[in-house]
Each structure stands twice: as structure tokens, then as C-alpha cells.
């Protein structure tokens, strides 16, 4: 158990529709990244958040949004939902700002269909 | 874009035979990570080597980095059943917040 921590596990709906996927960090870490996996593109950084404020954005698309609360969980919301936004998001925590000799801890994610 | 790709993209072995996997990267780096991640779940951290180091050990684990030709190789020795997953390499890249992953190699490793 990484200790992080992310809800739903699993989730199904359908398209044009808006989800919300939840995590907490493990306790103590300032960071939040979340990644989005799937089949045909791999591992991809969405967007990290630290202690509140937005620290490094990825392939993040602009119909997904993130914030990360004062008691450091974060959200991702993923809206008009399309087939191709189907797969594993994770959360991943880390104590610092910056990955540099960070290990980010993963959570078990969150399995989005889009049906 | 993939910073890292791993090869071979699937292994398969014979339990107490070793497993080696490579991951070549494109740019400066502070330090590469390995990952492991069982089917369906998330991924749980293995080892980290910086840029300043060339070789690093971890039970029977044994990772190599060479920055000159851009690529690291995870060598797991005397390998189980249970090393079955996937595995990845992540790159801190210079200028970079966040950890690029590669696109991993799938290991089975048969009883």
C-alpha cells in the first residue's frame, strides 16, 4: 500500500458526460501529479500540483482540469467525455515540489470507460 | 512524446534465468527511475541511479546508467514467478518538474 489513495476505482459512463476522479497523497507530501495510461499511449503526465498551486503541466487536454484542495487532496475533472478518454488514471504523491531524487508514490488508480 | 522506450517492448523466461531490460531517453537528465507494475495496478518504485552515478544495486536488482549513449538496463537476477509485470523507466529530465515514463516492457516469467 502506497498510501495514496484514489476513488472511484472504477467508473463507467458515457460520452459528453463530466467525471470526477479523487485522490489523497500520502500523508506529509506537498505534490500531486496525475498520469493517464492507456493502451496505444503509454504512461502521460497530465498535470502536478504542489501545495495548492499549479506546478508543471503535460499532455493535459483542455476539456480536463485539476485543482488540489488546502488539505492537499486533489481533484481531476474530465469533461465531455469522449471514447478515446478511456483508461487508467492515476494519482502519485511526492514530499517536494520538484521529482528530482523523488520517489512518487502511485495509486492504485482510477479505471474510466467511456461507453 | 515518450522520453524514455524501453526494449525489448516483451520478455518472456524461465523462473531462475536473468531478465534484461533497456531504456533509451533523449535529453539531459538528473536521474533515472525504474518502476514495476503488476497488471491493473499502480506502479511501485524499484531503484533510482543519478546522472552522476553508473551502476547501482538493489537486492537482485542491478541497474546501469550511461549517460554518453543515453540508455540505462535493468538486469533482475534469478528471476521468480512473481517478478511478472511490467516495467518501466522514468526520466527526471533537465528543466523538467515531472518524471517522462517510458513505454515499459512486459517480463513474464514462467513457473
Known amino acids: 500500500d502506497s498510501g495514496v489513495t484514489q476513488t472511484p476505482k472504477h467508473l463507467i459512463t458515457a460520452t459528453g458526460q463530466r467525471v470526477t476522479l479523487r485522490c489523497s497523497p500520502r500523508s506529509g507530501d506537498l505534490s500531486v501529479y496525475w498520469y493517464q495510461q492507456s493502451l496505444d499511449q503509454g504512461l502521460q503526465f497530465l498535470i502536478q500540483y504542489y501545495n495548492g498551486e499549479e506546478r508543471a503541466k503535460g499532455n493535459i487536454l483542455e476539456r480536463f482540469s485539476a485543482q488540489q484542495f488546502p488539505d492537499l487532496h486533489s481533484e481531476l475533472n474530465l469533461s465531455s467525455l469522449e471514447l478515446g478518454d478511456s483508461a487508467l488514471y492515476f494519482c502519485?504523491?511526492?514530499?517536494?515540489?520538484?521529482?528530482?531524487?523523488?520517489?512518487?508514490?502511485f495509486g492504485e488508480g482510477s479505471w474510466l470507460t467511456v461507453v | 512524446s515518450q522520453q524514455g522506450e524501453e526494449d525489448p517492448q516483451a520478455l518472456s523466461i524461465q523462473e531462475g534465468e536473468n531478465a534484461t531490460m533497456n531504456c533509451s531517453y533523449k535529453?539531459?537528465?538528473?536521474?533515472l527511475q525504474w518502476y514495476r507494475q503488476n497488471s491493473g495496478r499502480g506502479l511501485v518504485h524499484l531503484i533510482l541511479i543519478r546522472s552522476n552515478e553508473r551502476e547501482k544495486h538493489s537486492g537482485r536488482l542491478r541497474v546501469t546508467l550511461d549517460t554518453s549513449k543515453k540508455s540505462s538496463s535493468l538486469l533482475i537476477t534469478a528471476s521468480r514467478a512473481a517478478d511478472t509485470a511490467s516495467y518501466f523507466c522514468a526520466t527526471d529530465a533537465t528543466g523538467r518538474r515531472a518524471l517522462t515514463f517510458g513505454s515499459g516492457t512486459r517480463l513474464q516469467v514462467q513457473p
Open positions: 535529453t539531459s537528465i538528473n536521474n
Open positions: 502519485a504523491s511526492s514530499p517536494s515540489g520538484g521529482s528530482s531524487g523523488n520517489t512518487i508514490y
